[in-house]
Structure formats: structure tokens, C-alpha cells
């Protein structure tokens, strides 16, 4: 629906300074901005129309159209052609660092369980480059897990995990629509993971996971990547997910360990005489 009391208030905040070096795109941008960080357009509220802000404004399409951009590129707004322009939903969070509870019961504990499709559940064998991360040998079995993972009813996460078959078996026959892979290992396998390993990049979507994901081809995805150990070391799961970057964020609580106070050195500062002698 149209956001009346945020509109009004846009049109009580409108206002070009001609005489500042920040590019009138900007400005309309950092206004609308306001507007939806501070309440008056809520997640889903349909914006004024281009032409309405324009009038608004006072300024071309071409620099309406760029502040809009902008604040989809920002993951604020989703744009919908022939719908128009929409306050988007807040961004998943999901913990990066600090637990090892897995997609599902971390989106779970946050009040929103996630929805799975599972696109690949087969025996593959093992390429040179997870075999190393899995420490086994080049052609070994190991399960592939494919799965796109739904939140709110929209794809976020498509991601690929790969087990050591010789491990947990049980993995081909169960059904992960609905619940967490690292539950299942623990209940049915007896295995139960400990630490992992992970590293995060920004890439772009290829045709398969810009359809998959519904968003345009070379739209900016967080790239994840996990190894996951058991007790003594021993890896169990290596995985890859590729994230919307409009709908996530990753959060990490950092704690500075203190260093021990050493002692200090004492130093023998040589003496005057010295120095002429050197």
C-alpha cells in the first residue's frame, strides 16, 4: 500500500541544497533513507512514484531513478517493474563466527525457520580440491548435498555441502527439507562438530544461481565457505553457499584476548666515554 504518513512527511523533508558540493542524488537518497531507518515507510510500503518524486523534488528522472538504484543496490528497496518501487524487508542476519549451529537452527532461533529444497542429494567423487579440505583421497564417495534455502518464502542461500560417505551413510536417506543437517548428524550419526573453519567473499551470480536466487545475472552474492571438524581434528563437512547479498548479513562478536604483562628489560645505556672510543 502507499506509506500516506511517510509520503507526507517526504514531502516536509524535500528539500535540494543547490549550494552543496553533494550530488543532488545523494541528498534524495540520504531523505529517503530517513524516512524508512526512522519508521515512516515500514518493510513493504509502496514509494511515491517517479514522476511524483520528481515533482517532489524538483529534479530530473534520470537523478531519481539513480538515488532508487542506489537504495536497491543498498538492499533497502526492491523495485518490481510494472508494480513499482517497495520499502524492501530487513536483511537475515545469521551468525558467522562464533556457533556452529548450522543454516537451519540458527535462522530457527531467530524466528524464522527456514524452508528447504533439495536440489542434489547423490554419491560423488571426491575432485582434488575437496578432497584436501576433507582429508581424504581424490575419488573417494562422498554425499553431495545441493539445497536452496527459503526464508519467508524467498530464496537466500543455495549451497552445496559434501560429507565423507564412509562417515554417516544414513545422510543419503534422510529428509532435509525440514531439518538441520548438523541435528541429523548428531542424532543418527553419533557425530557432533566442534569447530570450523570459514571464509567469506563477494562474488557475482552466474546464470544458475541468479535463477535460483531470483535476482538478475551479476547481482552481488556473499560467497561462504566452511570446513567443519569433529573431536580430534578429523573434518566431516565441507561446504560452499552463495548468499543474496540484498537479503543477508553476517555477524561476528570479536573478543580481544589479553596479552600477558612482561616483564620489562632493563638496558645498559653505554657510557659517554665510550662513544668517543667507538
Not at 215 to 233: C, D, F, I, Q, T
Not at 257 to 275: F, G, Q
Request: charged residues 25%; proline residues 7%; aromatic residues 8%.
Amino acid at each position: 500500500m502507499m506509506a500516506t504518513t511517510g509520503t507526507t512527511q517526504l514531502r516536509l523533508q524535500a528539500s535540494i541544497d543547490h549550494s552543496s558540493p553533494i550530488p543532488y542524488y545523494v541528498q534524495i537518497k540520504n531523505v529517503l533513507r530517513d524516512l524508512i531507518e526512522h519508521g515512516e515507510w515500514k518493510p513493504g510500503d509502496l514509494l511515491p512514484g517517479e514522476p511524483e518524486l520528481c515533482h517532489i523534488f524538483g529534479v530530473s528522472r534520470t537523478v531519481v531513478r539513480q538515488a532508487l538504484q542506489e537504495l536497491s543496490y543498498e538492499g533497502l528497496l526492491v523495485r518490481e517493474r510494472g508494480r513499482g518501487t517497495f520499502v524492501a524487508e530487513p536483511k537475515i542476519s545469521e551468525s558467522l563466527l562464533q556457533r556452529l549451529t548450522g543454516f537451519y537452527q540458527d535462522m530457527a532461533d531467530r524466528g524464522h525457520p527456514p524452508v528447504t529444497q533439495v536440489l542434489k542429494q547423490e554419491i560423488v567423487a571426491a575432485g582434488p580440491k575437496v578432497a584436501a579440505y576433507l582429508q581424504v583421497e581424490p575419488g573417494a564417495p562422498l554425499i553431495q548435498l545441493d539445497r536452496l534455502r527459503f526464508v519467508k518464502g524467498e530464496p537466500i542461500v543455495l549451497v552445496s555441502t559434501f560429507l565423507p560417505h564412509f562417515l554417516c551413510p544414513q545422510v543419503m536417506h534422510a529428509d532435509f527439507t525440514r531439518q538441520s543437517l548438523y541435528m541429523f548428524l548428531e542424532r543418527e550419526c553419533g557425530l557432533f562438530i566442534v569447530r570450523g573453519r570459514r571464509f567469506i567473499e563477494a562474488v557475482t551470480a552466474n546464470e544458475y544461481e541468479a535463477r535460483l536466487l531470483n535476482v538478475p545475472k551479476g547481482a552481488p552474492l556473499l560467497k561462504l565457505e566452511s570446513v567443519s571438524y569433529l573431536e580430534g581434528g578429523k573434518p566431516i563437512e565441507y561446504y560452499y553457499a552463495f548468499h543474496r547479498a540484498d537479503r543477508s548479513r553476517f555477524e561476528a562478536e570479536l573478543v580481544r584476548v589479553k596479552e600477558p604483562t612482561k616483564p620489562t628489560e632493563s638496558v645498559v645505556l653505554p657510557r659517554s666515554n665510550d662513544l668517543k672510543d667507538a
